[in-house]
């Protein structure tokens, strides 16, 4: 059983600046999930946003942000963080942590929404032109 409390704010952000979300996940087996960022906008499906290995070692983007956001991850403090920089409109959408209990060697599997076991609440990101 793992819970996933996202916060860092959220909120308005204009056009080319930046914004760190983080997510806070419960229990000691914290190390044993990958960790992955989605985001879905107003009539739009869930996407993958990027995700982090195990160990931290190894990240995985979407080609929409890869070079923007960065994705990190403490496990002494259970955390995940998402940094954006040079945001864009079309980056506004809810964010979501997830945690995925399974192990794929290709890290693209990890786009798939339905491989995650928990989900965040989820935080609205909305960028200004």
């Known amino acids: 059983q793992v819970q996933l409390v996202e916060s860092g704010g959220g909120g308005l952000v204009q056009a080319g600046g930046s914004l760190r979300l983080s997510c806070a996940a419960s229990?000691?087996?914290?190390?044993?999930?990958?960790m992955g960022w989605f985001r879905q906008a107003p009539g739009k499906a869930r996407e993958f946003v990027g995700g982090i290995r195990r160990s931290g070692n190894s990240t995985y983007y979407a080609n929409s942000v890869k070079g923007r956001f960065t994705i990190s991850r403490d496990n002494a403090k259970n955390t995940v963080y998402l940094q954006m920089s040079s945001l864009k409109p079309e980056d506004t959408a809810k964010y979501y942590c997830?945690?995925?209990?399974?192990?794929?060697?290709?890290?693209?599997?990890?786009?798939?929404?339905?491989?995650?076991?928990?989900w965040g609440q989820g935080t609205q990101v909305t960028v200004s032109s």
């Open positions: 229990g000691r087996t914290f190390s044993n999930y990958f």
């Open positions: 997830a945690a995925s209990s399974r192990y794929y060697s290709a890290m693209a599997y990890y786009t798939n929404r339905f491989l995650y076991d928990y």
